[in-house]
């Protein structure tokens, strides 16, 4: 049961991580520095309570803090160039973090072993939850608290004027400028809310797998923070949550009997999804077909 | 200071690999304003299946690895235009980045599987000659890379200014609304450039090969980034913009290498990016009138 319970984890957290994404994603920009957002809200969060000994909660708060700064810091710069040279600006700067954290080193001696994160190393022994007792499937609970609270904030999102504002300027930057929206604004808002939603995955991430290292934040990582929302559609949020499933639940580890060729099937199966649907798993005509479909079920409304 | 001079001509004479990645994303995306993820991957691949193919034949001479590098890529660069561009629409960017993505971790996995993870040596030319100018040394095999990629570009260049493909090829990446309307097949020319830039990218694949001395999966991620990094100092679109920016990268990594070591050098290249970013967004020549 607790692989069941593992699984759980590793799919909440890709939620999130897919979720920071797709936030900015509705603005219209493609943002590969995801990965270097989860870093950061990862190696903070875990040295606050490794290092100082916070409470789990307080460290995930400053986390996040940290994650959504460093996103709109970089939202300013590099907002000012737009589609593709955008992607290649945040590569560059979600590669950048992840060789700072390559380079950085900061131990402190606790008791008999030195801990805190050393270069190419990494960082080990983040056991707080261990050492507080926590149980596999209490683990998965927490995650997926703050998974169904950020979905629902999101969700609500697209209900709201700002959701209306954040598509609008997607779907064509120059007719939202023209109704007065203030496209600097939007946009780097939507990279701060992205940067702190990828923040809180990291420090989940840091404190389930107990051990980081920079190569756990490289440009895959990154790659798959913009596929989850992409390949489910950026339609609803729920496109995600598919995709994560999808992806983590059924590629990674239902083909696992497949051994090394899973690996390969991977990309080919991304490249095929693409072909035959352009527009997400989940686009809007599905999704009507999907609500149409409940109704009829449900008794209709 | 015989150092740094030193330091800075051999990141040059290496540059000029990123050049030739940096020209094939720059040239895909001044033609469809796409861009292909897949093509560092794909010239690595292409440079594999030179060995691959050298291998079959006994008795080949070195320089043969070249020739069949540069038709291997060619073939994969075709094969990436057909799975990862011609039937997805136009009208979704995001679905033809994504889709080479998934071309980029696929052919990544390939070789992975079929090396089994294990770095491969590559035939080296010219490794022992040096040519010594007064105090400075130039290695051999990076003379060669330099060399064969002047030529590279040479070729390229009178390509696109000579000939009819050419004059088809720059029509399309300035109006291809218009190009179509004087009778040229898009499609044909978007196909005709994933062949062109893919013969370069075996090439550039085959000369990062020879002056390693070895070929490993490992190497497919930092050239993306680079190449990336290339085209946007170059300014997206540009071919010049693209030698020159490839040089400037070549040569600032190499610098910093010297001084501060190689696992911060790329540290480095990314800061040199973001100045750019900052102070000219579109690069050193930024095509006039993009329509991104």
């Known amino acids: 049961m607790d692989f069941y319970f593992g699984l759980a984890q590793i799919i909440g957290v890709h939620t999130l991580l897919g979720l920071s994404a797709y936030i900015v994603l509705l603005t219209g920009q493609v943002t590969l520095a995801q990965a270097g957002f989860f870093a950061i809200g990862a190696y903070v969060s875990a040295m606050l309570t490794v290092l100082a000994g916070w409470p789990i909660v307080a460290a995930l708060g400053v986390g996040t803090l940290f994650g959504a700064g460093a996103a709109c810091a970089v939202g300013f710069p590099a907002l000012r160039v737009k589609g593709l040279m955008l992607v290649i600006a945040t590569l560059a700067f979600g590669e950048g973090v992840r060789l700072f954290f390559f380079n950085f080193d900061y131990q402190v001696a606790k008791g008999q072993v030195k801990v805190g994160p050393v270069g190419g190393e990494g960082f080990r022994q983040i056991r707080y939850f261990p050492e507080h007792g926590w149980t596999t499937f209490d683990v998965m609970l927490f995650i997926w608290v703050f998974v169904v609270l950020i979905m629902a904030v999101l969700w609500w999102f697209d209900r709201s004027r700002y959701g209306a504002v954040l598509r609008a300027v997607g779907e064509d930057e120059i007719a939202a400028q023209s109704v007065g929206i203030n496209l600097t604004a939007v946009k780097v808002s939507a990279m701060t809310i992205g940067g702190a939603i990828a923040g809180i995955g990291g420090g989940l991430y840091a404190h389930y797998t107990t051990h980081i290292e920079h190569s756990s934040f490289n440009i895959l990582v990154a790659t798959f923070a913009i596929a989850y929302p992409i390949v489910g559609g950026l339609a609803s949020v729920f496109g995600t949550l598919a995709a994560v499933v999808f992806v983590q639940g059924f590629l990674i580890e239902g083909l696992r009997f497949l051994g090394d060729w899973r690996n390969l099937l991977f990309g080919a199966l991304i490249v095929l999804a693409m072909n035959v649907r352009p527009r997400g798993l989940l686009d809007a005509p599905t999704l009507g077909r999907l609500g149409r479909f409940g109704r009829l079920f449900g008794g209709g409304r | ?292």
């Open chain 2, 1 to 292: 200071m015989l150092d740094l001079l030193q330091a800075v001509l051999d990141g040059l004479l290496f540059g000029t690999t990123y050049a030739l990645i940096g020209i094939g994303f720059t040239l895909v995306f001044g033609v469809m304003h796409k861009l292909n993820m897949s093509y560092a991957a794909a010239s690595v691949g292409g440079a594999y299946c030179g060995l691959l193919i050298m291998g079959l034949v006994q008795g080949a001479p070195p320089w043969t690895v070249f020739l069949a590098a540069c038709l291997a890529g060619g073939v994969l660069g075709y094969l990436v235009y057909l799975t990862c561009f011609h039937f997805i629409p136009l009208a979704s960017p995001l679905a033809t980045l994504m889709s080479t993505v998934g071309m980029l971790l696929l052919i990544d996995e390939i070789i992975v599987h079929v090396t089994d993870g294990m770095p491969k040596n590559f035939p080296t030319m010219l490794d022992d000659e040096m040519l010594r100018v007064g105090e400075i040394t130039l290695r051999g095999d990076l003379l060669l890379v330099f060399g064969v990629s002047v030529v590279c570009m040479a070729g390229l260049l009178a390509l696109l200014y000579r000939t009819r493909l050419g004059l088809a090829t720059r029509a399309v990446s300035q109006q291809p609304v218009a190009a179509q309307l004087c009778g040229i097949r898009v499609a044909q020319v978007n196909a005709a450039t994933f062949v062109v830039t893919g013969l370069l990218g075996g090439i550039a694949g085959a000369l990062i090969g020879a002056s390693v001395g070895a070929l490993s999966p490992l190497l497919t991620t930092p050239l993306t980034v680079k190449g990336l990094i290339v085209t946007v100092i170059g300014g997206l679109g540009s071919i010049p913009g693209a030698i020159i920016a490839g040089l400037l990268v070549g040569a600032f990594e190499n610098l910093f290498q010297q001084f501060r070591g190689v696992t911060e050098r790329d540290l480095y290249v990314m800061l040199l990016l973001f100045a750019f970013l900052v102070f000219r967004p579109g690069g050193l020549f930024a095509p006039k009138g993009g329509r991104d």
